[in-house]
């Protein structure tokens, strides 16, 4: 059985950092590509950041480009997602998620199988 386990949720003022933890276990980790999403109170979930299963190859949301680096550790079954520079805007509940074994990196919700239970992030201003 897949299971995700995130880091705590985090309070963070404006400009500051955060890093992000997601533990997998039940799967052969280094043979997906994992993603990371999130979701602000009514808005939809939308596309973060994204690496693939061999760490090669990331891409992120333009609103995110040079500020949040994604990256993974095959031998701990871990992603990570470090946010520097956080806005309010940032806020939001983030996920991470499981892409089929070895896809290539992608932005649609719907290719991912499984899902982490979700960690609040708030900046504030």
């Known amino acids: 059985q897949v299971r995700l386990v995130e880091s705590e949720a985090g309070l963070v003022q404006a400009g500051g950092s955060l890093k992000l933890s997601c533990a997998a276990s039940?799967?052969?980790?280094?043979?997906?590509?994992m993603g990371w999403f999130r979701q602000a109170p009514g808005k939809e979930r939308e596309f973060v950041a994204a690496i693939s299963w061999s760490g090669g190859s990331t891409h992120y949301v333009d609103s995110v480009k040079g500020r949040f680096t994604i990256s993974r550790d095959n031998a701990k079954k871990t992603v990570y997602l470090q946010m520097n520079s956080l806005k309010p805007e940032d806020t939001a509940v983030y996920y991470c998620?499981?892409?089929?074994?070895?896809?290539?990196?992608?932005?649609?919700?719907?290719?991912?199988?499984?899902w982490g239970q979700g960690t609040q992030v708030t900046v504030s201003s």
């Open positions: 998620a499981v892409a089929p074994r070895y896809s290539a990196v992608t932005v649609s919700v719907r290719m991912y199988n499984y």
């Open positions: 039940g799967l052969t980790f280094s043979t997906y590509t």
